[in-house]
């Protein structure tokens, strides 16, 4: 059978000491029709003499976009008809692109992802990754119809992502929106995305706490964007804290008028923040026993904190959101009864 040709697409921001080794892992794979199209999002650093070190493409921003546009400018100029993404920080098993491969023969299959995993031995890298597993990741066989593929691990048939607009560059921040949200545009489109738990990506460096606490609000922020796209779709379903902090806030805001007590908003509040407590407590739990490292219990507090972070991000959003409404709301009136009077010739 005929091999596809193959463009693997490498958004780069800032990764002179890691993107040599991701494109090493990639040219080991030993894939005969293969281009490799490095975007550089517009670095300070030397990332692109790096890159342009190795037979690969290398396409320069003007300004910076984000990785959602950066990887939608790599397949506009990619001439693949399986288009493959992987990070710039990230090295690529050998097997990883025939494992990707292997399940285009069906023709309804659209996309195919695999397994993003760690090599940063920090305790915090580790269980951050744990906690950011893929729904697959521990199926000893191929998902057909998974939700999301990461986006750090992923490929998609180039005319298909190209009539589904691409990844949304609206939800790039956080990462891993602007996945989950192609996901869903693919997935009503009528097409099957398949989750491939051997075709493992691994990423060289996983962040700090600094940077997860960023990560954290910023999730917290852009939830309320999906909730209002996807306010009627599955996409509820998994926004159920969001939901419940909305509901909370909402209490707290008719307790202040007097109908209901603050003490009873306060009990409920409680009651969550236990529940909360018990899904994260169970969560680490699940860690100790994956690591077989009872130190996972420490991540307790840090990841309540994390959460609390998250919340504070929907709250933000949630406020401008209704002053951007109310704001709309108040312009449109003053235009209805203040027209403004033509001017003289």
Known sequence: MTL????????????????????KSVIETGYPNLEIIVVDDNS????????SKYPVQVIRRQLRGGIAAARN????????????FVDSDCAVDKPWLDLLL?????SKIAGVGGVIGTRDS?????????????????????????????????SYRTDVFHSIGGFDPAFARPRGYEELELGYRLTEGGYVLVGE??????????????????????????????????RRRRFLGL????????????LFAISLTGIISLPSVILVGEGALLLETLRVVIRSFRAIVHYRNPAYLV?????LMLTAISCLGYAVALLTALWGSTRGLAGRLLSTHCPVPPREA
């Open 197 to 230: 738990p051997r075709a493992v990506v691994w990423h060289l460096r996983e962040g700090s706490l600094r940077g997860w606490i960023a990560l954290a609000y910023a999730t917290g922020y852009v939830a309320l964007r999906f909730l209002g796209r996807y």
């Open 102 to 106: 292997s399940h285009y023969a069906d």
């Open 122 to 154: 920090s305790l915090i890298a580790k269980y951050r990754s744990f906690l950011g597993r893929e729904e697959y990741a521990d199926s000893p066989n191929p998902v057909c119809g998974t939700l999301c593929i990461p986006g750090g691990n992923s």
């Open 299 to 303: 991540m307790v507090p840090v990841e």
């Open 4 to 23: 596809p040709f193959v463009s693997v697409v490498i958004p780069a921001y800032n990764e002179e000491s890691q993107i040599a080794r991701c494109l």
């Open 239 to 250: 926004q159920v804290r969001q939901i419940a902090f909305l509901v909370l806030l909402i």
């Open 44 to 51: 300070t650093d030397s990332t692109v003499e790096v890159a």
């Open 73 to 84: 400018d790599g397949v506009e100029a990619a001439r693949g008809k399986i288009v493959a």
